[in-house]
């Protein structure tokens, strides 16, 4: 009787190696969506590309500062219903690695996230990019501007335990202190909701 070897097998012996792989890429920044009865909802692709700088006002927000990233995986499906093969292409990042150029006080962080970016689609998500606590790390200009360009790449492994790493992926960003302060709203409005906050590159509601 002879043994058939199947696709997700074959695959995850040669992930038993563990090479890189980049088939999974990070595309680019969404802009954030408009607040709808408080919640900010992400579609799977940008609906928007951020237009311009990303901003942080480190003495205005009061969270991390985060941005959402459209992931993408060029891999096609290998599931087979003839021979009950699964998709063993479908990609699971584990982590997120930033270096942090033009800020010599921040160590180089890794991550931890859990973003599924199936075969020939994408996702969108939401990281947290610069914790809350580091923000005093920071090269901030008094009363002016300064740019941090972050350097990012995920890693993970696809269902067959093949592992990969992305591209390198940089993001700049402008800080400042109390440079966003305020009500961001037309004279007689107030806030009714933002995505993510107030403090950083954010869209907001107002009533």
Do not use: H, W
Not at 52 to 79: C, E, H, K, R, Y
Not at 141 to 170: D, E, N, R, Y
Not at 174 to 188: D, H, V
Request: glycine letters at 8%.
């Amino acid at each position: 009787m002879k043994t058939r070897l199947t696709a997700l097998a074959a695959l995850a012996f040669l992930g038993s190696c563990s090479a890189q792989y980049a088939p999974v890429s990070m595309d680019e920044v969404c802009a954030f969506p408009t607040p709808a009865s408080g919640v900010c909802l992400y579609t799977s692709t940008c609906t928007n590309t951020l237009a311009g700088t990303a901003m942080l006002d480190v003495a205005t927000a009061g969270f991390d500062f985060v941005l959402p990233i459209q992931f993408t995986n060029q891999l096609t499906s290998s599931a087979n219903v003839g021979n009950g093969t699964v998709d063993a292409n479908q990609a699971y990042i584990e982590t997120i690695q930033v270096q942090y150029g033009g800020a010599p006080a921040m160590e180089t962080a890794t991550i931890p996230v859990t973003i599924t970016v199936p075969t020939a689609g994408s996702t969108t998500s939401v990281v947290s990019l610069i914790p809350l606590a580091d923000f005093a790390k920071l090269p901030v200009v008094p009363g002016g501007f300064s740019t941090v360009v972050m350097s990012l790449q995920a890693k993970g492994v696809f269902l067959s335990q093949q592992s990969f790493t992305t591209a390198s992926f940089q993001i700049p960003v402008t800080i400042c202190s109390g440079c966003l302060g305020g009500n961001p709203c037309p004279t007689g409005q107030n806030v009714s909701g933002v995505c993510p906050q107030l403090g950083q590159t954010n869209t907001v509601s107002c009533q």
